[in-house]
């Protein structure tokens, strides 16, 4: 079975709270990026990622298996949990072979250009630094075309 994808909506946030209310997940990865407003996300898209405690019935919905949320950072916006975005970040690095690279490193450039062109306040743990260091250069020249 598959939950409806965001080309159904006017807004990635509109589509988010639709089909996944009421269910039992946190918003991770990719989707915590755009529902946080830190990536664009793509045009008729339908794979969202959550964080799950079991394997739910949607096909498009990609499931990271955690024995509980206690250890995640939250956010809840609008009714909808999420995970902060120095919790994404963090994740993302930790599955890096398992993310979609492109919205991280969209992610990483809106925080770097919001923030005075700096990634201050933005909390890389340590055995992510050497992964940060190397897409650093292509996130802050991500929307230079010239």
Known sequence: MRVKTNGDYTSH???????LRGMDIVLS??????????????????QIDV???EIGPYENI?????DSFDSLDIVVI?????????QTVNDM?????????????????DYYHANGESFEGLI???????????????????????
């Open 93 to 109: 690095f930790r599955d890096y072979d398992r993310i979609d690279e492109p919205s991280l490193v969209q992610g990483l450039s």
């Open 51 to 53: 964080y799950a405690t």
């Open 78 to 86: 609008d009714g909808l949990r999420c995970t902060t975005l120095n």
């Open 62 to 66: 990609n499931y990271f298996l955690i």
């Open 124 to 146: 890389i743990e340590p055995q992510h630094a050497e992964r940060f260091e190397a897409i650093r250069d292509w996130a802050i020249e991500f929307y230079d075309h010239g």
């Open 13 to 19: 946030h509109e589509w988010f709270l639709d089909v």
């Open 29 to 46: 990865h990719t989707s915590a990026l755009e529902f946080l407003g830190w990536f664009d996300g793509y045009v008729n898209e339908d």
